[in-house]
DNA sequence: GGGTGTGAAGCCGTTCACAGCA
DNA sequence: TGCTGTGAACGGCTTCACACCC
């Protein structure tokens, strides 16, 4: 028995993080209304994309001032955070894991990250931006104790298939991997590959092809 | 006039990149033929989405002892890569931008690192992992001389906004934006928006989406 | 007129089902 | 038998077109 009307695509997912994030900056800049087209044009995309993400989680205006910025904020956290926080641990506390960890800081999230492991004896012990760093062997014992549920690879590529098994022992989640192997987990644990390599290399294609076009067309 | 027979699916494309570096590697090892079910498996795909992939770019193998690892490998990058390197710049030397940095040094890749831009005086000047690091300030005249076509803006969120002018000035063609601020360019410049807080957002969202079918079914 | 809400159409990407081949 | 290649069906997401409402 599904829990809501639930079932939202996972497109509109990202656009209602994208969308709360812009919203919370106009609000704190004191913008009480937005329009459609408005919050469109600042993300790129139309304004029907817009009023269709609302409709999918079943928020509408009953103003014509357009959307009332406090409220939607409020209804898509509904949509997208857990009614708890959720803790997050980042494997590998380089310069991308701190980076990330730098991120998230002072956010104010319902995602706190919480731990950060490394096997770098100059790392364990310290606490880097606040967070505290732990040995890898030690993964499993402490994400049970702090509750960890979600996890970021940001860790060498190399050394990241070996975090499969911890992470599948620890009873994490979810998993959010930077690193250039895809890594499989099985079902039941939410993965998602990001290589920044590959998505350079995807700008670096369409700009061939829009190269090449401008070429053919002229 | 079209090119050759192109309009390959955006997301061909990412799995082409995603294939090429498993096939790299797998060449690295001695392997010198892969089945579909098992590059697919790698990837936690379909073998069907495998070969329809490779159907898209009309790849197809006569034997059948799998696809022959180096032909493949020639022939995606026959697709992707740029008939000349590409040059890159870094905006942003924070951790951030030096992770993106040491991801690609020694890659060996058609898409070169060739500098970095920042505006903190203790950068400026230096050569941080063997890329020089240049004034903010002086971005257009260097991206000229350098012949920077992308840029991967891993700046702090706030001063992205502030990149836009300068990166279209500079005849910058493709950008790759890892703010918290969608950025906008006219028509005629590719940009990939990739905010980390996003990723994660979604992660955690289909994450309290499976416990909670979890629980409604049991 | 200038905004929102939405059924219906259209497009894009994935999967099915099966033919063909060694 | 076990693999590849592919037309056709399917499903998800976006866009069109238009009704409705200050």
Redesign the pocket.
Known sequence: MANIGN??????IE?LSEYRRTLLSCHKQGITH????VLAGIHG???????????LIG??????K??DVKVLIDFISNILDSPQPMNVAVLGMGHLGQAITKYFNGKGLKLRITAAFDVDPAKVGQTIDGIPCYHMDRFEEIAEDLDISLVIVSSPTKVAPSLVLPIINAGIRGVLNFTSTPLNFPQGIVVENYDITTLLEKVAYFVKESEENERGSE
Chains 1, 2 share one sequence.
């Open positions: 079932a939202i695509p996972e497109k509109t656009r937005i329009f459609s087209h995309i139309t304004a029907v994309q817009v009023r269709r993400d609302l409709m928020f509408s205006s009953d103003t014509k357009g959307y």
